[in-house]
């Protein structure tokens, strides 16, 4: 495994609503677009574990994974036994999936 950063040398800011959104905005523009398929996100950066507690070591806030991975041995809530919990990404990836299927989806680039 790679060596993960020791720690931030500036504050930097967790934001998972502005990766969603930026995500969103990707497949909007590639739903609107000639683009057959895409590969927008990493799934699990797992380098790059989620550490809420001590902040400036938190080098999950520099992953464009869509969940966090949890280390320690501790699991997730939302998928019990998984070691990883969904991002704000992940449920914009899956409202989309369920959109998709629904044959809902409407793009602000569509004619």
Partial sequence: MPPRPVRFTTPVARDEQEQAAYLRELIDTFDGSAVEAAFVNTFARY?????PADDDR?????SFGVVK???DGRTG????????EPKAAFHTLAAYGRSRAEGVVRSPHSS
Avoid: E, I, N, R
């Fill in 47 to 51: 380098d790059l574990p989620h550490a």
């Fill in 58 to 62: 938190a080098s999950d806030k520099a």
């Fill in 69 to 71: 991975v949890l280390d």
């Fill in 77 to 84: 809530t939302a998928y019990p036994g998984l070691p990883w």
